[in-house]
């Protein structure tokens, strides 16, 4: 993965990621352009590749979005037939989402791109560089107290 993005400043680890954003978005787009997803929806089909019904909280949180935000991407992903929202067969007021068919067959191939383009870029790094890449993201992804 290449860009001719000027690099951040040295140092700067938040604008390193937000550049990395960038480029593996512009990646994906490119690579998934026949799917005709947002970059949100991608994110969310992404999460449901795995074949498990989440509720809109459970995926708003894997999505690290708000489930409020998440309702227009979950409209156009029903509108055209890759997921269903239905009630919860023990609880009717929790709404459980699920890939239809054609939902499984974006989100495979969503799955298998992402796992070529991971592969491609970091293939030749060293399982401790990966290990701390993966701590600090997860410290990112963590409520600034």
Known sequence: MTSSLEPPPPGSAILALQRATHVTLQVLAAELAGLDL????????????????????????????RPTTLTSVLDRLERRGHITRGARPTDRRVVV?????????????????????ESRALAHLPEEALAGFHTVLRALAEEPS
Do not use: M
């Open 38 to 65: 947002t970059p949100s929806e991608t994110n969310a089909l992404a999460i449901l590749a795995d074949g498990h019904s989440r509720t809109v909280s459970e995926l708003g949180s894997a999505a690290g979005t």
């Open 97 to 117: 989402i699920e890939l239809t068919a054609s939902g499984r067959v974006a989100a495979e191939t969503i799955r298998r791109t992402l796992a070529g383009l």
